[in-house]
C-alpha cells in the first residue's frame, strides 16, 4: 500500500524551530519530486519547498532562509527543517511526492505558531 505519512508537528512559540519528517512505504521516493505544502484555515494549499530527485529544491519567497527541505534516499525520507518560525508560518503541512502524472499526499500535520 502507498503511504506518505508526516510528523513533527506541534506547538511552537515564535522564533522557535520545527523538524517535519514524511516517510514513505510502499514506494521508493527516489526518483519522485518531493514537495511540502501547507494549507492554513480559509487560504488555498500553497507550496512551501520542493526538491528534485537530484537535489534542485526551490522554496517559497516567504519561507526563503528559514526553511530547508532535504531527502533522505536510504531512509525513504523526506524532511523540512524550519528555523524562525512566525505566526503566519501557522497552517496543516503535507508531504508530497510528483512523479511525471503521479501525485501521492500525505494526511497532513498541525503546525502552530503561537505565544
Known amino acids: 500500500q502507498v503511504r506518505l505519512v508526516e510528523s513533527g508537528g506541534g506547538l511552537v512559540q515564535p522564533g522557535g524551530s520545527l523538524r517535519l519528517s514524511c516517510a514513505a512505504s510502499g514506494f521508493l521516493l527516489r526518483l519522485f519530486t518531493l514537495g511540502w505544502y501547507r494549507q492554513a484555515p480559509g487560504k488555498q494549499r500553497e507550496m512551501v519547498a520542493t526538491i528534485s530527485s537530484g537535489g534542485s529544491t526551490n522554496y517559497a519567497d516567504s519561507v526563503k532562509g528559514r526553511f530547508t527541505i532535504s531527502r533522505d534516499s536510504a531512509k525513504n525520507t523526506s524532511n523540512l527543517q524550519m528555523n524562525s518560525l512566525k505566526p503566519e508560518d501557522t497552517a496543516v503541512y503535507y508531504c508530497?511526492?510528483?512523479?511525471?502524472?503521479?501525485?501521492?499526499w500525505g494526511q497532513g500535520t498541525q503546525v502552530t505558531v503561537s505565544a
Open positions: 508530497n511526492a510528483h512523479l511525471f502524472s503521479t501525485d501521492y
